[in-house]
């Protein structure tokens, strides 16, 4: 008999959208996550990542809380609302070290947090807080 079923994301098909308006950003985020077996897919503002959500929903999204036009809450309000829009771990990106920002984005449906600047060993421990374990020996 096996023991009861976890939730996990071992066999989920690993795809990440990242949603940041800095192209720096998203370049380096894309690097660490493909290194990771993600199949990355990012855009550069609010908008265009809910279009894209709708086409085809991430595992993972990365969402900048800072970004012109349609700031992060927005998105993840919207997200949130809509169809399958529960299933994405989303892990907002910020370079604010405010307690209270980071409660609200908590509270507004974000799985996580990461500060940036941040490096692969940052985004790996965020990875497995949400169920994404990634293991030293599958990341070369």
Not at 35 to 48: I, K, N, Q
Not at 66 to 86: K, T
Not at 95 to 117: C, F, Q, S, W
Not at 120 to 132: Q, S, T
């Amino acid at each position: 008999m096996t023991g009861p079923i976890k939730n996990s994301t071992k066999n989920v098909a690993k795809t990440a959208l990242i949603v940041d308006d800095s192209a720096v950003i998203r370049k380096v985020a894309r690097r660490i996550l493909e290194t990771l077996d993600f199949s990355v897919r990012d855009a550069e503002d609010g908008a265009t990542a809910l279009v894209m959500c709708a086409e085809a929903m991430p595992t993972v999204i990365l969402l900048d809380w800072n970004m012109p036009n349609m700031d992060g809450y927005e998105v993840l309000r919207l997200l949130r609302q809509s169809p399958l829009g529960d299933h994405p771990k989303v892990l907002f990106c910020t370079t604010e070290n405010d307690v209270g920002a980071i409660a609200r984005a908590l509270h507004a449906g974000a799985d996580e947090y990461i500060m940036k600047p941040f490096d692969r060993e940052i985004m790996m421990a965020k990875l497995d807080l949400v169920g994404f374990a990634v293991h030293p020996s599958e990341a070369a």
